[in-house]
């Protein structure tokens, strides 16, 4: 049986966001979209149907986390395009993708980054920590 190696970034993000969204919105964990899945998707209510109050529009985000494995070029450059797959087939209009280093020996400050990326046209925030 293989380890499920991101388990415990991927709870922990989550339940930091799910601080943030707090009742609000919702934070989904594996989100099945197709075949694939991405680790977490943010759903935030953008409007709602007066009579009913149901939510009718969301906002999106898609969060992908990955650890890093070789360089963290090569994990950006792997999560970039997975990262943008899942934000094409849920139309989600922003995307994150967030990178754990887990070199002992690397200082936190090589390992804390923030940069601006893009894949095909579209915008996704890469995050180093």
């Excluded at 009742?23 to 953008?46: A, H």
Aim: glycine letters at 10%.
């Amino acid at each position: 049986m293989q380890q499920y190696k991101e388990v415990g970034p991927q709870l922990l993000m989550q339940a930091f966001l799910q601080r943030i969204v707090n009742g609000g919105g919702r934070v989904e964990r594996e989100y099945g979209l197709g075949r694939k899945r991405t680790d977490l998707l943010v759903l935030w209510p953008v409007s709602k149907d007066e009579k009913d109050g149901i939510v009718t529009e969301w906002q999106k985000t898609v969060i992908e986390l990955k650890i890093a494995y070789g360089t963290i070029e090569q994990t950006v450059a792997k999560g970039l395009e997975q990262t943008w797959e899942y934000m094409d087939r849920c139309g989600a209009k922003e995307g994150h993708l967030v990178i754990f280093d887990r070199a002992p020996k690397k200082a936190w400050k090589a390992k804390i980054f923030r940069r601006e990326e893009s894949y095909l046209g579209t915008p996704i925030t890469v995050w180093g920590m």
